[in-house]
């Protein structure tokens, strides 16, 4: 018999399961809502569909990949959860969302029935990261939030970038010189 800590609380209403797919990125173990996934894809098979992205304020996008007529921006979870860099092998695309993260690997999928809330002593940015912690195997494991990769602002940056280029376009690039007084960002 497993002791379940206090705090630990069921993920849904009357007691119901749910999915959760196991990645790791720089040997760290994450867990995601198979529900919140599209797809799961191989990093070789898009290197000739991407395009590099280079914005200071979000360094955790470095590429976005168009599929269909829609634009993707890649996360590397490595910039985002602040890890040693590592050799990521998958992309792991959010379902209704433009959001791809790039792992290392896939562990496996897992049924949870216990969710404990994110601690307080997570603080700033980590907290909308996170939906909350479980147990799995006897250790703790963060459950991700899907929409924790990129913020509103983040998104609304990046959807401002030229569809050709990857830069922002010029009308663009003039009201971001305006608002930072001469400095481009």
């Known amino acids: 018999m497993k002791i379940v800590p206090s705090g630990f609380q069921s993920p849904r209403q009357n007691g119901r399961t749910e999915e959760v797919i196991l990645f790791a990125v720089s040997g760290h173990t994450f867990a995601i809502a198979a529900s919140a996934i599209g797809e799961i894809r191989n990093t070789d098979s ?3 569909a991407t395009s590099v992205i280079a914005l200071k304020d979000i360094p955790k996008v470095l ?8 634009w993707h921006y890649v996360v590397n979870a490595c910039t985002h959860f602040d890890l040693p860099v590592s050799r990521p092998t998958l992309v792991l695309f959010l ?4 959001v791809a993260v790039l792992v290392d690997q ?3 999928i897992e049924t ?4 404990m809330v994110v601690p307080q002593s997570f603080s700033g940015a980590e907290r909308a990261w996170y939906r909350g912690l479980t147990l799995i195997d006897d250790n703790v494991v963060p459950v991700l939030n899907p929409d924790g990769f990129l913020t509103h602002n983040e998104l609304a940056q990046l959807a401002a970038l030229d569809d050709r280029t990857g830069a922002f ?3 663009e690039a003039a009201l971001r010189r305006d608002e930072t007084q001469g400095v481009l960002l």
């Not at 590429?63 to 829609?70: E, T």
């Not at 379902?95 to 433009?98: A, G, V």
């Not at 949870?112 to 969710?115: A, D, F, K, V, Y």
């Open 169 to 171: 376009s010029e009308n």
């Open 63 to 70: 590429h976005r990949l168009r599929r269909g007529k829609k």
């Open 95 to 98: 379902r209704h969302s433009c």
């Open 112 to 115: 949870i029935s216990r969710l």
């Open 46 to 48: 898009f290197s000739s």
């Open 106 to 108: 896939i562990d496996r």
